[in-house]
């Protein structure tokens, strides 16, 4: 809970000392594979052709591959600034079209089981993170995790990517249903949207579709929706 709240601070409250806030949105998904980090990369390279400054934070410890998908190998990850004396400022690297992005490491047993001020570190890093960029995409871990819950909870923004396949929609109805009973969850405080990833028909997408929860409402939308920015 401790973790939630700085991060909520972080994210919601840089406007309390006059410093300029950057768009969060937090991409997350209840089962891995489904296409979360290709997302979040898209989504930067679109917002860097709208002149915006861009830097994605691979928040799913221990298992990023957001590099991977760049084919920009990180010098540094986070595991430099938790553990070691590096600056977040120092461990961005630079992918294609000048987008940035912090690598949660991977292979990194550690990063999984942080504790409390490890944590705090963590929120701060994203604190500096917010002053560098006008978008900050955070690509979460896969699940229901305290970690990843956390994350959620506090961005004001949340895609949540599913695709037709039963486990997928299952662990995304759990996600939604594991926020609804998160002490910090506010009914109407996040816009939640649900994305329907490798569709081939409209049948599944209605099926993706089923992960529906009373309020806030989720806006569907079909993989590809110039509406979502």
Known sequence: MDQAENLRNVIKQQNQRNIPTARVITITSGKGGVG?????VNLAVQFTRLGKRVIIFD????????????GTISQYTLKDVIFGHSSVRDIITTG????GFVSGGSGVVELNNLDKVQLKEVTRSLSELNE?????IIDTGAGVSDT??????????????STPEPGSITDSYSLIKALYLHPLFVSGAL?????ANKIGSDAEAQAVGSVAVPEPALAQHRDGDAGLC
């Not at 928040?59 to 957001?66: E, I, K, P, S």
């Not at 294609?96 to 987008?99: L, R």
């Not at 560098?132 to 900050?136: A, E, K, R, S």
């Not at 816009?191 to 994305?195: A, M, S, T």
């Open 36 to 40: 979360k980090s290709n997302l979040a």
């Open 96 to 99: 294609p079209m000048g987008i």
């Open 132 to 136: 560098l960029c006008d978008i900050l």
């Open 59 to 70: 928040a799913d410890f221990g298992l990023a591959n957001v590099g991977v998908m760049f």
């Open 191 to 195: 816009d939640i949207r649900l994305i």
């Open 148 to 161: 990843v819950l956390d994350f959620v909870v506090a961005s004001p923004e949340v895609l949540l990517v």
